[in-house]
Every structure is written in structure tokens, then in C-alpha cells.
């Protein structure tokens, strides 16, 4: 049979939408899995996905009513209840996503996703031990991946347990030595317990790679106010500044370290105190 009047291939469709979502195209990706579902609406492969893909485009609603019917198939199904959580977590219904999260651990107590994101809402909500308590199973349930344990040495960082958050950010680093999310929370900690030339080892370490990221020249920043060294202080905060001012002015007025430059002028007109 000739082209003109087949159908299309869904395994052809599917290969290409799961293309577009490693290729970080959703919207692409969510017309090819429409048209898979137009030929099977309860293809649970093509469901998923699409809801992952609005999820990623902020269509929380939209990706709701993907995992909802995934849940009608399978009402246990673990991955669909825990990205219906992150959909109505980010939909602001939060009791709906805790409530999610426990189903889809009930569902698979071995899906490390499902503790880890409600470790994530504890933490939002400031319930920073049942937090960790969440984040623990996370990573008992797999130890494989860093992302629990880099969350929990923030969490208790969030809870001035320095010393505790610094020797998890030290195990990571050891265990995913090009892990930058925990070496850089390792200069974070280090400069929390006033280690601030060791801090900076690490911030200037980062910034040969990334040197326009505007969390390490703010860290940099606040690391050199507290040593005292206000002119480079003031620079780098001009230049953290320059990347994203809403969020640094914000920060910096509300940053202990720099109290002693609220009478400097400059520090003024920069942060527009």
C-alpha cells in the first residue's frame, strides 16, 4: 500500500515525540502524542508523557487531566500520582499534592520520586524534620541518584545545622566528584561557619566554568563583605546584581553579613535601600 491514505506509524510518532522531549522541546512533543492518542486515547505511555510535557510547559491543569486518566486504567499507578502531586503542588493545592505523594508511596514504597517531593513540600511549608524524615526514605529507597541527598544538606542548612549539611555536601562530593549543585552548597556551608577563605576556593573554582552564575558571584560576594574586603564586596554584588536585580536586591537587604555597608552609599544605590 502506497503513502497517500495509510496511517501513520505510532511507534514512528513516539520515537519522535520521545526525540523532542530529550531534545527539551515539549510542545513539539505534546502535538505527537496527541495524534498517538487519537488513535488510542488510553495509551498510557502517550498519556504520561504528554502530562510530563505540560508539567514542563506550566500547564499544571491540563497535565492533571493526563494522570487522571492514567488513574482511571490504574488507580495504584505510583508515577501518575506523584506527578499529579507536582501539578497540583505547583497549582498551589497543596493538601491535594501531599495527599498524592502518600498514595503513590502507598502505591510503591520503592519509588524514591514519590519521598523526595514530599520532602520538598515539607520543606516549602517549613517542616523541616518530617522534611528530612521524607528525604531519608528518598534516599534509602535510591541511593543511586544525588538529588534527596543533595535537598537534605539544605535542609539543614535551612536549620543552621551547618556542621551536619557541610559533611553531607562533603559525602557527595566525594561519592559525584562533577556534581556542582553540592560543591557549590559545600562553599555555601563553609562560608556559613565563617570558613570564608575556603568558600571562596570553591566559588572561584566555579566560576572558571560558569562564570556568569549569579548565585556563586552573590556567595563570592557576601564571602568577601564578611572578610571585610567591601570593594570587591561591592563589585561582585554590582555584577550579581546586573544578572538578576529583583532577587539579589531582595537578598541583599535582607543579609546580616552586609549590614555594615548600609550606610555606604554605594551599597545604597545598589540595592535601593
Not at 155 to 183: T, W
Not at 213 to 220: E, I, M, S
Not at 233 to 247: D, G, H, M, T, V
Amino acid at each position: 500500500m502506497g503513502l497517500f491514505g495509510s496511517k501513520e506509524n505510532p511507534e514512528d510518532i513516539r520515537y519522535n515525540a520521545m526525540s523532542m522531549m530529550e531534545r527539551n522541546q515539549p510542545k513539539a512533543a505534546i502535538s505527537l502524542f496527541n495524534k498517538i492518542l487519537k488513535q488510542n486515547s488510553s495509551d498510557v505511555e502517550a498519556l504520561l508523557n504528554k502530562g510530563l510535557a505540560l508539567n514542563q510547559i506550566k500547564k499544571y491543569s491540563d497535565a492533571i487531566t493526563c494522570f487522571d486518566k492514567l488513574l482511571e486504567i490504574n488507580p495504584k499507578d505510583a508515577q501518575a500520582l506523584n506527578n499529579r502531586g507536582i501539578s497540583m503542588a505547583e497549582n498551589g493545592n497543596i493538601q491535594d499534592a501531599s495527599e498524592c505523594y502518600d498514595k503513590a508511596i502507598e502505591a510503591d514504597p520503592k519509588y524514591a520520586a514519590s519521598y523526595f517531593n514530599k520532602g520538598v513540600l515539607l520543606d516549602k511549608l517549613q517542616e523541616h524534620e518530617e522534611a528530612l524524615v521524607a528525604l531519608e526514605k528518598a534516599i534509602s529507597a535510591d541511593s543511586r541518584k544525588p538529588n534527596a541527598m543533595v535537598y537534605k544538606g539544605i535542609v539543614l542548612g535551612k536549620m543552621k545545622r551547618h556542621e551536619e549539611a557541610l559533611n553531607c555536601f562533603q559525602n557527595i562530593c566525594k561519592k559525584y566528584p562533577s556534581n556542582q549543585d553540592a560543591f557549590f552548597q559545600k562553599g555555601v556551608q563553609l562560608a556559613e561557619l565563617g570558613k570564608h577563605e575556603k568558600a571562596l576556593d570553591i566559588f572561584d573554582e566555579i566560576l572558571k566554568k560558569h562564570k556568569d552564575n549569579v548565585n556563586v558571584v552573590y556567595a563570592k560576594s557576601r564571602s568577601k563583605a564578611a572578610m571585610e574586603k567591601y570593594p570587591e564586596a561591592l563589585e561582585l554584588l554590582k555584577q550579581a546584581i546586573s544578572k538578576n536585580p529583583k532577587i539579589i536586591r531582595i537578598w541583599a537587604k535582607e543579609e546580616p553579613i552586609f549590614t555594615k555597608l548600609h550606610s555606604n552609599d554605594q551599597f545604597r544605590k545598589l540595592v535601593k535601600l
